[in-house]
Nanobody
Framework: QVQLVESGGGLVPPGGSLTLSCVAPRLTQNEYIIGWFRQASGREREAVASISNAGDGAVYSDSAKGRFTISRDDVKNTVSLQMNGLKADDTAVYYC?????????????????WGRGTQVTVSS
C-alpha cells in the first residue's frame, strides 16, 4: 500500500483560502489516481476531487466546482488541493487516497490507500 501524509489544514475565516498537500513517498507515476475526500463531524465521508494518473484530467464534486483545484506533481510525489472561497460547510477532516485506476473518480470504493487526514475549520 502507498503511505499518504496530508498537511496544510488549519483554521481559516469564511471566504479564506487554504492549500492542502498530500505526500506519497512511494507514489508511482502514471499508476494511481489521487482523490481528496472529507468527513465532517456526524456526517458520511464525501468525495471532493480526483485527478487522473497522468494529471491531465480531474473531476470535482458539485460543492467543490469553481472553488477548489486539484493538482499533482509526481516529481515531488505531491498532490495539492487549493481551496478558495471557503465556507463553514467546508469544515471537515480532509483525506487523500490513491486508487490503481487511470480515470479520476469520486467513488471511494476504488481507493485502496488512505492518509490520516488533516483538519480544516472554517470559522470567524
Amino acid at each position: 500500500q502507498v503511505q499518504l501524509v496530508e498537511s496544510g489544514g488549519g483554521l481559516v475565516p469564511p471566504g479564506g483560502s487554504l492549500t492542502l498537500s498530500c505526500v506519497a513517498p512511494r507514489l508511482t507515476q502514471n499508476e494511481y489516481i489521487i482523490g481528496w475526500f472529507r468527513q465532517a463531524s456526524g456526517r458520511e465521508r464525501e468525495a471532493v476531487a480526483s485527478i487522473s494518473n497522468a494529471g491531465d484530467g480531474a473531476v470535482y464534486s458539485d460543492s467543490a466546482k469553481g472553488r477548489f483545484t486539484i493538482s499533482r506533481d509526481d516529481v515531488k510525489n505531491t498532490v495539492s488541493l487549493q481551496m478558495n472561497g471557503l465556507k463553514a460547510d467546508d469544515t471537515a477532516v480532509y483525506y487523500c487516497a490513491t486508487a490503481p485506476v487511470p480515470v479520476p473518480s469520486l467513488r471511494d470504493l476504488w481507493y485502496e490507500s488512505w492518509g490520516r487526514g488533516t483538519q480544516v475549520t472554517v470559522s470567524s
